[in-house]
């Protein structure tokens, strides 16, 4: 963050007969990576929210990681504690929320012990010097004082004493201490806000709409959040502040989404081009349950959200509400998915159509429940009793979670079948610009129910879809039985014909693999003639890996990179384009449950790239793993 001299313009304007006036310069930076942490407590995803929804106002190109702890009430002042919020803001197109971040506001102890290692060389670190008293840097582990052992000299360190001048700006509110200490992340919301020079205005308005009924509060909350902006620009410790240009975008109506809200968006807007109601069955489980809060306000559009009592009923509830003619869905996270496996087998069996959407989270067991992994593909393919094939898509940003989620409907409906759709934590809560789609360009979602009783069978097939009918109970001479027992062929009816449960599996399974016959071309980023090395990725990693590839080949390596969408069937086009390039790297969040499936599927060599800690991959472990694939 050092400044080159030329860059600083004069730091006093003067007047004849008047003092100078000091004016502080404003730096530009084509780029910042910023950190807001502090205890569950301080408010760290509120301001790092806010702090994105005026970068984004401002025009950047933004990409978030907000880090929740994963104790529910944590110990106050403690490593298990701490919430984090990551925001990378950019005058240029960006893929990830950053490697390490430019600038940490760390509110206590704990929060810099979790967070210091990440803070790049000579980054700017601004610390709430009030909260670091004995008590607190004991319940953070620490040994001595970071604040005066030498320990931070590497940073450009700023402490503020956030608690004292947040109560100077509320002496007069008439709140009482805890209400006032409350009040410090708008404090600090303020005081970054000049330091970057971000608009302001939208914030003061979500101020005033978020507090409305409580007068006290939403006045001090302005003060609080207008004490830190003016704290920037009067006190003596800050020299400058920063400015990030604009980004250069397609032009558009752009708003800032998270995976999470992009799902619920793109299934309210499957709903409205199918013509059908949707009916959403869940259980809430983190990182899945904004999907149901989202949904159950739009109560505008023919949408209907249950609250099951658990997460078999959720599922049982969608599989009814498909019978019924709805459009189906389940949300859930990999602990609900082993719950569910055996409604959603019988939703393969009886072939009707529901999106089981499954956000996943670091495993086994209870796992870490706040932080992304990608370790449910195998279970999304295989973990379901008997031959049980369903179609696998998969998101790859937070804004594709729209895409994906449509897509995921528009195949259940097509093909009469169950769809898991994956995403995580990572996109789930990770926030983006998204430029709203036009919906008349958005794919048709055809629904034709069977009317016509003559010639009606329950597992009658379309010629091209082997699809078979959507009849309605309670329409005339339609009447049928579906079930989980072993059907006959075309009539339903209860069958233990060995022969006959082949066909029907081997039917079922044939109709899966056909969706492939309608997946477009798979995109290649980089040499799709073919070359040296591609790294071949799902999900969340897309970010990472497109920035890591772009990387490589400014720096002249034969390296190029295939995202997949469409994880079963696998798009017909894979085996040819992967046979193209020397070595096959697969990049992921588990221990290599894509590249299991690769290496069967075409017999190809592939090399995995993997990582479980919780987190996402970094720009530099791609890179770093890419290099040594090529040097073998």
Request: glycine fraction near 8%; hydrophobic fraction near 40%.
């Amino acid at each position: 963050m050092s400044v080159p001299p030329e860059s600083v313009p004069p730091l006093f304007e003067s007047t004849p007969g008047k003092a100078p006036v000091r004016v502080k310069p404003i730096v530009e930076r084509p780029q910042i990576v910023i950190r807001f942490a502090g205890d569950s407590g301080d408010g760290m995803q509120v301001t790092g929210t806010q702090f994105t929804s005026e970068s984004a106002l401002a025009g950047n190109d933004i990409a978030t990681l907000p880090d929740f702890p994963a104790e529910i009430r944590a110990p106050a002042g403690t490593i298990a504690g701490v919430s984090g919020f990551q925001l990378n803001f950019s005058s240029h197109e960006i893929f990830t929320p950053g490697d390490e971040p430019d600038v940490l506001v760390a509110m206590n102890p704990a929060a810099l012990k979790a967070n210091v290692a990440d803070l790049v060389s000579n980054g700017i670190l601004i610390i709430d010097k009030e909260s670091f008293s004995e008590a607190n840097l004991k319940r953070a582990g620490y040994e001595s004082n970071p604040l005066t052992n030498g320990s931070l000299s590497k940073f450009q360190v700023f402490q503020v004493e956030v608690g004292k001048l947040t109560t100077l700006a509320l002496r007069e509110s008439g709140l009482n201490n805890r209400a006032v200490s409350r009040c410090r992340n708008f404090f600090v919301l303020g005081l970054v806000s000049w330091l970057y020079q971000r608009p302001t205005e939208r914030t003061l308005e979500w101020i005033r709409n978020r507090f409305k009924k409580v007068p006290d509060v939403l006045e001090a909350n302005l003060r609080a959040f207008r004490a830190g902006y003016n704290f920037g620009e009067t006190t003596e410790m800050f020299a400058s502040a920063y400015k990030v240009p604009p980004a250069k975008i397609a032009p558009g109506f752009y708003r800032s989404i998270t995976g999470n809200g992009a799902t619920a968006l793109g299934f309210v807007a499957a709903a409205v081009k199918s013509g059908r109601p949707l009916f959403l069955g869940s259980y809430p489980i983190t990182p899945a349950s904004d999907i149901l809060h989202e949904l159950a306000a739009y109560k505008s559009f023919p949408v209907c959200t249950f609250q099951a009592e658990d997460e078999i009923a959720g599922v049982c509830a969608a599989i009814g509400a498909a019978f019924g003619g709805a459009i189906g869905i389940t949300t859930t996270s990999g602990p609900g998915m082993n719950l569910k496996a055996e409604a959603v087998g019988l939703a393969v069996k009886v072939e009707l159509p529901i999106v089981i959407n499954d956000v996943q989270r670091a495993g086994p067991a209870t796992g870490m429940p706040t932080k992304p992994e990608q370790a449910d593909l195998l279970m999304a393919m295989f973990g379901r009793h008997g031959e049980s094939p369903l179609p696998i898509i998969a998101a790859a940003t937070p804004a594709d979670c729209f895409n994906c989620a449509y897509e995921a409907v528009r195949i259940a409906v097509k093909y009469m079948t169950p769809v898991v759709l994956l995403s995580d934590g990572h996109l789930a809560n990770g926030a983006e610009p998204w430029l709203v789609p036009d919906e008349t360009q958005l794919a048709p979602i055809n629904v034709q129910f069977r009317t016509d009783p003559q010639g009606f069978e329950p597992y009658l097939r379309d010629e091209d879809t082997l699809a078979r009918p959507w009849a309605i109970p309670g329409t005339p001479g339609l009447e049928h039985r579906i079930g989980g027992l072993a059907a006959e062929h075309l009539t339903g009816n209860v069958s233990y014909s060995p022969s006959n449960n082949e066909l029907m599996v081997r039917l079922r399974a044939r109709k899966i693999a056909g969706i492939a016959r309608e997946m477009p071309p798979t995109e290649v980023f980089g040499d799709a003639e073919g070359g040296k090395l591609v790294v071949l990725a799902w999900g969340s990693t897309f970010g990472t890996v497109r920035e890591a590839v772009t990387h490589l080949r400014a720096k002249g390596k034969n390296v190029s990179h295939v995202h997949l969408r469409y994880l079963n069937p696998l798009p017909p086009d894979l085996g040819a384009i992967l046979r193209r390039f020397e070595r096959v790297m697969v990049a992921e969040l588990n221990l290599g449950q894509l590249l299991k499936l690769i290496r069967a599927e075409y017999l190809i060599n592939a090399v995995g790239c993997n990582k479980i800690q919780g987190r996402p991959f970094k720009v530099s472990e791609i890179t770093s793993r890419a290099m040594r694939v090529l040097e073998e």
